[in-house]
C-alpha cells in the first residue's frame, strides 16, 4: 500500500461548484498534514496545514480523520484560478514529508 | 528577489556526462531536500539534510549524490547522467521551529533532460 494515496482525477467542475478531495496515508504514526497547490510546471505552494479539530480559510475547509487515516480539502465556490493539482502531504516528526501523487482539478466557464 | 533559487532552471545534457544542479536560500533554514518529479509519480525525496554536516538518503538516492557546502546551498550532483534522469527536480527548505517548522519552500525547479 502506498504511503499517501490521492484520486488522481481530473476532477472537471463549472465555476462555482462546490468539490471535495479525499487522501488517505497509511502511517498512523504520521503527525503532521498538509494540503500543497502546484499549477501546472510550477513549484509546490503550501495551501493549507491540517488539524484535527478541522480548519477553514475562506473557500477552503481541511478535515482530519486520524481513526480512518484520512484527510479531506473541500472548495467552495470553484473559480478558475482554483485550477491545479493539489498534493496531500503528510510527515512524522523528524522525517521528511511523504507527498501523494496529486489530484487536478479543473475548474471552467 | 526569490528565497529559494536553482540553477540551471534548464539543462540538456548527453548520456554519461557528470553535471551538478545547485540550490541556493536566503531563508535562513537549517533542512534542505532535492526531490524529482515525473509525470504519474509524484515527487519523490531524492536527498534531504538537516543541517550542514546532515545528508540522509531518500526514496530514490542511487545515481545521486548530494553536498550542503553551507547552510544556505545545497548540490545535488549525477555522476554519469542516464536518460531515466530525465525530470523535474525541485530544491526545498523547511525550518525546524515555529507553528509552521514542517512548511517546505520550494524553488523554481530544474528541467533536466538527458539524451
Known amino acids: 500500500r502506498k504511503e499517501v494515496e490521492q484520486d488522481p482525477g481530473p476532477f472537471n467542475v463549472p465555476e462555482g461548484a462546490t468539490v471535495a478531495f479525499n487522501c488517505t496515508y497509511s502511517?498512523?504514526?504520521?503527525?503532521?498534514f498538509f494540503w500543497y497547490r502546484q499549477d501546472c510546471r510550477k513549484e509546490p505552494k503550501l495551501l493549507m496545514s491540517?488539524?484535527?479539530s478541522g480548519n477553514e480559510d475562506g473557500r477552503f475547509t481541511a478535515q482530519l480523520n486520524r481513526a480512518s487515516q484520512y484527510i479531506s480539502l473541500l472548495i467552495r465556490d470553484s473559480k478558475l484560478s482554483d485550477s491545479a493539482t493539489y498534493l496531500c502531504?503528510?510527515?512524522?516528526?523528524?522525517?521528511?514529508?511523504?507527498f501523494g501523487k496529486g489530484t487536478t482539478l479543473s475548474v471552467s466557464s | 528577489d526569490a528565497d529559494v533559487t536553482q540553477t540551471p532552471r534548464n539543462r540538456i545534457t548527453k548520456t554519461g556526462k557528470r553535471i551538478m544542479l545547485e540550490c541556493s536560500q536566503t531563508?535562513?533554514?537549517?533542512?534542505m531536500y532535492w526531490y524529482r518529479q515525473d509525470p504519474g509519480l509524484g515527487l519523490r525525496l531524492i536527498y534531504y539534510?538537516?543541517?550542514?554536516?546532515?545528508?540522509n538518503k531518500g526514496e530514490i538516492s542511487d545515481g545521486y549524490s548530494v553536498s550542503r557546502q553551507a547552510q544556505a546551498k545545497f548540490s545535488l550532483s549525477l555522476e554519469s547522467a542516464i536518460p531515466n534522469q530525465t525530470a523535474l527536480y525541485f530544491c526545498?527548505?523547511?525550518?525546524?521551529?515555529?507553528?509552521?517548522?514542517?512548511?517546505?519552500?520550494f524553488g523554481p525547479g530544474t528541467r533536466l533532460l538527458v539524451l
Open positions: 526545498a527548505t523547511s525550518d525546524r521551529t515555529g507553528i509552521q517548522w514542517e512548511t517546505q519552500y
Open positions: 502511517n498512523s504514526a504520521s503527525q503532521s
Open positions: 491540517v488539524y484535527s
Open positions: 502531504v503528510v510527515n512524522q516528526a523528524g522525517t521528511a514529508l511523504i
Open positions: 531563508k535562513g533554514h537549517d533542512r
Open positions: 539534510s538537516f543541517d550542514v554536516k546532515d545528508i
